[in-house]
Nanobody, 125 residues
Framework: QTQLMESGGGSVQAGGSLTLSCAAS??????MAWFRQAPGKEREGVAV????????LYADSVKGRFTISQNNAKNTVYLQIEALQPEETAMYYC????????????????????WGQGTQVTVSS
């Protein structure tokens, strides 16, 4: 059974940092993405990694502050977030596609079949 499990969310003050983790079980992940969704807003892709090569893709809004990385031995992907702002308060989700494509559209949620339950990130001013 394919499962994704996020962890590492929490409450921080503006300017703070967090590292989120996503552990996959049931199959070997070749492409993993992080999304976030704030109340009343659409789900937004923020980072994608292609695990065999380490290739990454980031949304313009997070470049330079978010870093996606992998531990292949643990089948786990991480999202290091720095300089968080209150408007980035959201539920953060990891996702994986059934077919491991990796291109400029890989930040779109419709490309993903498997989702974790999410981990909440709350940033206070």
């Amino acid at each position: 059974q394919t499962q994704l499990m996020e962890s590492g969310g929490g409450s921080v003050q503006a300017g703070g940092s967090l590292t989120l983790s996503c552990a996959a079980s049931g199959w070997t992940v070749y492409v993993m993405a992080w999304f976030r969704q704030a109340p009343g807003k659409e789900r937004e892709g923020v980072a994608v990694i292609r695990t065999p090569t380490g290739g990454t893709l980031y949304a313009d809004s997070v470049k330079g502050r978010f870093t996606i990385s992998q531990n292949n031995a643990k089948n786990t992907v991480y999202l290091q977030i720095e300089a968080l702002q209150p408007e980035e308060t959201a539920m953060y989700y990891c996702a994986a596609p059934r077919t491991p494509g990796f291109n400029s559209s890989s930040l779109l949620p419709e490309h993903y079949n498997f989702w974790g339950q999410g981990t909440q990130v709350t940033v206070s001013s």
